[in-house]
Each structure stands twice: as structure tokens, then as C-alpha cells.
Nanobody, 126 residues
Framework: QVQLVESGGGLVQAGGSLRLSCAAS????????MGWFRQAPGKEREFVAG????????YYTDSVKGRFTISRDNAKNTVYLQMNSLKPEDTAVYYC???????????????????WGQGTQVTVSS
């Protein structure tokens, strides 16, 4: 069992930055690929970024490439999402997710996610 707790969301002006953190419980964190998803009001949940269990590979949806960076610290059981140059369309609830032994790209297959966090709100004002 893995429990995920996100933090770091908030209100920021367009062009600003935020860093989201996701703390995971359990001693097998390093066996899980990790990812970030988001869901805006009235829209479906979408994949944002994924990182392999080793941290050796990452994958991003096109709309955030060059602006967002996913990273992980297996010693701290934590995954991060650094978000720069934020836009109003980035406004959403952001969810952390885990999938056992997946690739960074495969992390984006929503039905295959093993664990979800509770979400943290990110609001970008124009």
C-alpha cells in the first residue's frame, strides 16, 4: 500500500512559478514510477508528467514541455513538479500518482495507475 500526499499548490500570477511536492509512504517507493495529472473544472483528468522508478527518464505532455520539470528523491520518498511560466490554462487540481515498475511514458495511462493522491489546487490568475 502506498499513500500519496501532495502539497505546494496555491494562487500565482501568470508567468510565475510553483513547486508541487508529493510525499509517499511505504518502503517500496523506489519501485514505482510516479506522475502528475491535473483536472480542470468540467474537464477530464489529464496526464502532465511522468518519471520512471529510477528517475532516469521523464515524459511530458506537449503543453508543459519546457515549462514544467518532474523530479524525484528516492531517499526522501518524494516526487516534485517544478512549474515555471505558468499560464491561466494551467489552473486545475493537480494529482500525484504511482504505478509499479512502469516507464515514464506509460505512467500516463490513467486506468493503470495504482495509487492516487488527494490533489492540490493550483490557480493561475491573468
Amino acid at each position: 500500500q502506498v499513500q500519496l500526499v501532495e502539497s505546494g499548490g496555491g494562487l500565482v500570477q501568470a508567468g510565475g512559478s510553483l513547486r508541487l511536492s508529493c510525499a509517499a509512504s511505504g518502503r517500496t517507493f523506489s519501485r514505482y514510477a510516479m506522475g502528475w495529472f491535473r483536472q480542470a473544472p468540467g474537464k477530464e483528468r489529464e496526464f502532465v508528467a511522468g518519471i520512471s522508478w529510477s528517475g532516469g527518464s521523464t515524459y511530458y505532455t506537449d503543453s508543459v514541455k519546457g515549462r514544467f520539470t518532474i523530479s524525484r528523491d528516492n531517499a526522501k520518498n518524494t516526487v516534485y513538479l517544478q512549474m515555471n511560466s505558468l499560464k491561466p490554462e494551467d489552473t486545475a487540481v493537480y494529482y500525484c500518482a504511482a504505478r509499479l515498475m512502469a516507464t515514464a511514458q506509460a505512467m500516463g495511462i490513467i486506468p493503470r495507475v495504482d495509487y492516487w493522491g488527494q490533489g492540490t489546487q493550483v490557480t493561475v490568475s491573468s
